[in-house]
Structure formats: structure tokens, C-alpha cells
DNA sequence: ATGATTTTGAAATTCATTTTCAAAATATCA
DNA sequence: TGATATTTTGAAAATGAATTTCAAAATCAT
């Protein structure tokens, strides 16, 4: 039973009347230790580095343990497997995707929220969360086109 | 072979060497003179409506064709299950979501679309597309809310 | 410990979407 | 027109991410 640092996910846990346990510590722990947009699979083996019997199903749980208690959110990146990533109180940052080789670039803008605000409040809406993700060619893939001449046609494979 | 309006989806399967059917000619009529968001489901059962014989996968097929050829989008809106909307050259709406109802109300900003362009610019991208959606709760179901006091844990079903 | 409760992991299931493939429709051209 | 090549269709099978099942294992409260 070795201590995990103190990671309040365990004080979360057990005021849910859930048990902290072995498999769930270590997969939050690796999970808070990873870079973003991590997908269950990467993740998964990640944990399964330092306990190889963890199941896939048991990751999935914890996952959306961590998503429900506001410690990951979920992201699809118009792709259809979920990708993970951390969520602080009160900060978000939304996405740039590119089409092309996959590459996910972060970025905030408090001008936008502002205006998002402000359109829920005449539509009379209360927003809990929002996405904004936008899709084009980064910069090395515009680039590439320019060499080539040609039109890229390969999809994003994120691999 | 009747003439289903000069909708030029027809023209643009001719120039990509595809045929103009009774089958694609049927979606994409049936497609064009409906409402936003609809499912995949939605959209067969209409079809069917005309010819029962229509199979699903040629409807998957279609409204690939569509999108690949701008006239449809395809939105994800947090569920599994992908809803289709039409899509005009230069115009461009994002959407709000109600967690609890489904419901989906439309907006637009260009002021929004402006920050995004400038971002994209200053991080070297070359945008597309993008989505911009915001999740919460309707007036309506936050008016049942207060009525009730307590908190609503019924999720979207959509139905 | 004892017994109740929860969690785990492998396998089965679900469900939206895609693929397969033989039959049907359509195009090409002699 | 008829013969042949190509494309499309639809039912059924396959895929693949995510969820559920369930018996065994772990954990908790006496
Ligand atoms: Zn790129
Ligand atoms: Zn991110
Ligand atoms: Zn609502
Ligand atoms: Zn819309």
C-alpha cells in the first residue's frame, strides 16, 4: 500500500462512499502525470508499466470516475475515440487540430469566452461547459503542400 | 427518372465520375428540404417514407458523399450517434445544448469567428472548419428546476 | 475472523458506423 | 441492339470504442 502523493482523489473517493484502491490511486496518479489528450489506450498502458493486470474496463471506470469528480474532461477531436485531459477549476483552453498529421495545439482567449457568455445569456441558457475546436493544416503541413504542389489527401492518423 | 429540383448535387457527382441514382438522388432531396440535426435514423426513416427499400448503409453513404462535397456537415453534440445539418458556403452557425432536454438552439458571432481567425493565424494555421458549442441547461428546464428545487439528473435522450 | 459490500478483469455485449459481396443497375462501345 | 465492363445497392457481417456482466478477489465493518 504505498502512499500515491496526496492526491485529493482519494479524499474525493471516499466522500462518494467509493474505496481508493490500488488500480484506481495508480491510474489517477499516472493519468495527473501525463501530458494532455492522452486516449484510454495510451493510458492504459502507461499503468500497465507498473501493474501490467489492470483491465482496460478498469481504466474506462476510473476515467470516468475522474471525469465526473472534474478532474479530466473528455475531448473527441472529431475523431472517434475520446481523448483525456486535465481540467482545472476555472481555467479551459480549447483546440486547434490538424487535419493532416493529427498535432493538437492549445489556446485560451478570454475575449472569446466573454462573447460565448454573453450569447448564452440572451438565448437564456446556463453554460456548464463549452468546446471549441477548430480544423485546418498547421504550419509544417502547409509547408509540406508547398513543396509537394500537391493537395495532401492522407487523413490525420494520430499514431 | 424524375427531376428532383436543380439541386446541383447531381452535377457534382457527375464531375467526381459518380452517379446520379434514384437512391442518392432521393437522400439528398429528402436531406436538403429538412431540418438541421437530424440523425442518421431521422433521416433513413424519411427516406423510406418514398422508397422503404433504401438501405441504411446506402443513406451512410450518401450523407458522406454530401459531406465531402460541402453541402452536409456532420455534428457530434456530446453523444454517440452523429446528427447532419446543412451546410451554405460563407455562412456558418454554432450551437447551444441543453443537457437535461436535448434541445439545440443555433447562433452566430462574427466576433467570435474573428478571434478564432486571429488565433489560428498567430499559431500558423490554415482553418477550415471549426465547432464551437456550449453546454448547459435551456430557460425552460432551468424554470422546472426552480419549480422543483432540486436538481434535474436526467440526461438529453434526444428522442 | 465473519459476513456484507465493493471492485476487479476477462469476456460478452452494445451500438453506431463501415465493409463485404453478390445481385442489380448503369454505362460503354461494337 | 447486345455484350461487356463498371458502379451501385442492400442485407448481412465486420469493426471498434465503450459498457456491462459476473464470478473471483479485495476491502470494510463488526
Ligand atoms: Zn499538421
Ligand atoms: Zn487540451
Ligand atoms: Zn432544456
Ligand atoms: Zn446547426
Redesign the interface.
Known amino acids: 500500500m504505498e502512499k500515491t502523493s496526496g492526491l485529493p482523489f482519494q479524499q474525493l473517493l471516499k466522500e462518494r462512499g467509493l474505496k481508493s484502491t490500488r488500480q484506481r490511486d495508480e491510474i489517477a496518479r499516472v493519468f495527473m502525470e501525463s501530458a494532455d489528450h492522452l486516449s484510454v489506450d495510451e493510458l492504459c498502458q502507461r499503468v500497465r508499466q507498473k501493474n501490467p493486470r489492470i483491465g482496460y474496463a478498469t481504466v474506462y471506470r476510473t476515467l470516468k470516475l475522474l471525469a465526473q469528480s472534474g478532474w479530466a474532461s473528455a475531448r ?1 477531436f472529431g475523431q472517434r475515440t475520446a481523448r483525456f485531459e486535465h481540467r482545472t477549476e476555472g481555467e479551459h483552453h480549447d483546440h ?1 487540430i ?2 493532416i498529421c493529427g498535432k493538437i ?1 492549445e ?1 485560451a ?1 478570454g ?2 469566452e466573454e ?2 457568455s454573453r ?2 445569456q440572451k ?17 509544417d503541413c ?1 509547408a509540406k503542400k508547398e513543396m509537394t504542389g500537391k493537395e495532401v489527401r492522407e487523413k490525420a492518423t494520430n499514431e
Open positions: 473527441q486547434l490538424c487535419l495545439v489556446f482567449s475575449r472569446i462573447l460565448q450569447i448564452a438565448k437564456g441558457f446556463r453554460i456548464f461547459d463549452h468546446k471549441l475546436e477548430l480544423y485546418g493544416h498547421c504550419a502547409l
